[in-house]
C-alpha cells in the first residue's frame, strides 16, 4: 500500500480509502490511485480486509442433493444472487437428511468463516421434523416444515398443485390421478394436499397416490399403470420428468394425448415446451426464490431483522398441448 501511495503521489490512507470503494475520494485521484495499483500489480488482501471488518463476503449452502432439477435450479439462482451482491458460495451437499448432518454441516461453515447459511430442505429429516442449529451465523431456509424461528422461503407449492387440478377439472375430467414425488418431500407432500384438497372440495374423492422418485424412469412405470386404465382421462405429475415418463407410457400404450389422457408437469423445464404434445405445467420462478431468500439473508448480515415466517413466491400455470376436454 505503502508503494502505490507513493506511486501514485497520494497518502496510503487514500490508498485504503479507494481500495474499500469508499467515496470520498476525488475521482481523478481515485483514478491516479487505481492506475498506480495496476502498474504495481497491487491487490487488497481480502483475508486481512476480512479480520478487519468481520465480513468474508462469502454465503454457505447446505443442499441435501444435487439431483433434481428444482434443487439445481435454486442452486443457480442463489449463486446469481450472490454474484450481484459480491458474495461468493461455500456449498456442502450432504447425502443424508439427518439433523446431525445438518447440524454438521452448519458448524464446518461456521469453522471456514461464512457470513451467512441457505439451507435448501427439500427433504424431511430422518430423525427429527425441526432443523436446532447452534446460535450464530444468519440462517434462511427455502423450502417448508424447517421448524419455528428460522425465515422460510419457497414457492407457493399448494397454490401450484391447486392450479393443476382445478384446470383439469375444469376441462371436464371427473377425475384427476396423481403422479407424486417421494413421500419424504416437503414439495411433494404439499403438492399432494393441495391436490386431494382440491379435488373433495368439487365432492370428488381422491383416489391412490401414486408415489415416483422424480425421475422419468418412474413416470413411465406408473404411466404404464395408468394408461391401462380406461378411467383415467387426466393425470398430474409432481414434475416435468415424471410427467415426461408419463407421456412416452401413454404414447407405447396408443393413448391418444390429449385426445384420450390430459397430462400436468410441475415446474416448467426448458425443454418442456419440445415435449410431444408440448406439456402443460406449473411454473415455478427460481429466481425470485433465489432472490427473497438472498434478500433476507444480506439483510440479516446487515444487523437488520430478516422476514419472519414463511414468504411464497407465486407460481403460474402455463397451458400447452398435452391438455384438452374430457373425452365423451
Not at 9 to 32: A, H, I, K, P, Y
Not at 158 to 176: C, D
Not at 217 to 230: I, M
Amino acid at each position: 500500500m505503502a508503494d502505490v501511495a507513493h506511486h501514485a503521489g497520494v497518502s496510503s490512507q487514500t490508498v485504503s480509502r479507494v481500495s474499500n470503494g469508499l467515496s470520498n475520494v476525488d475521482e481523478s485521484t481515485r483514478q491516479r490511485v487505481l492506475d498506480s495499483m495496476q502498474a504495481l500489480g497491487y491487490r487488497p488482501n481480502g483475508a486481512a480486509r476480512a479480520l478487519k471488518s468481520g465480513r468474508f463476503n462469502t454465503i454457505g449452502v447446505i443442499m441435501f442433493t444435487l439431483g433434481t432439477l428444482g434443487n439445481m435450479r435454486t442452486l443457480d439462482a442463489i449463486a446469481t444472487e450472490a454474484a450481484k451482491a459480491d458474495y461468493s458460495l461455500t456449498l456442502i451437499p450432504l447425502p443424508d437428511p439427518t439433523l446431525g448432518a445438518v447440524s454438521g454441516a452448519y458448524r464446518r461453515l461456521s469453522d471456514q468463516a461464512v457470513d451467512g447459511v441457505v439451507i435448501v430442505f427439500e427433504a424431511a429429516l430422518l430423525d427429527k421434523g425441526d432443523i436446532t442449529l447452534p446460535p450464530g451465523l444468519p440462517v434462511v431456509v427455502i423450502d417448508s416444515n424447517s421448524g419455528s424461528g428460522y425465515p422460510v422461503v419457497d414457492t407457493d407449492q399448494a397454490e401450484g398443485a391447486r392450479k393443476a387440478t382445478q384446470y383439469l377439472l375444469s376441462l371436464g375430467h371427473s377425475q384427476v390421478f396423481h403422479v407424486a414425488g417421494p413421500p419424504t418431500s416437503f414439495s411433494a407432500v404439499h403438492r399432494i394436499e393441495s391436490w386431494q384438497a382440491t379435488l373433495l372440495a368439487a365432492g370428488i374423492t381422491p383416489p391412490e397416490v401414486l408415489h415416483g422418485d422424480w425421475t422419468t424412469e418412474s413416470g413411465y412405470r406408473l404411466g404404464l399403470e395408468l394408461g391401462r386404465r380406461d378411467d383415467v382421462t387426466a393425470i398430474f405429475a409432481a414434475n416435468d420428468q415424471m410427467a415426461l415418463g408419463v407421456l412416452r407410457a401413454l404414447h407405447e400404450l396408443g393413448r391418444d394425448v390429449p385426445g384420450e389422457v390430459s397430462v400436468v408437469g410441475f415446474d416448467d423445464m426448458e425443454e418442456a415446451h419440445s415435449f410431444w404434445p408440448p406439456l402443460t405445467t406449473v411454473r415455478q420462478n427460481f429466481a425470485d426464490v433465489g432472490h427473497v431468500a438472498m434478500a433476507n439473508l444480506l439483510a440479516q448480515i446487515a444487523g437488520e431483522r430478516g422476514v419472519a415466517g414463511t414468504t411464497t413466491v407465486p407460481t403460474e400455470l402455463v397451458v400447452r398441448d398435452s391438455t384438452g376436454p374430457a373425452p365423451r
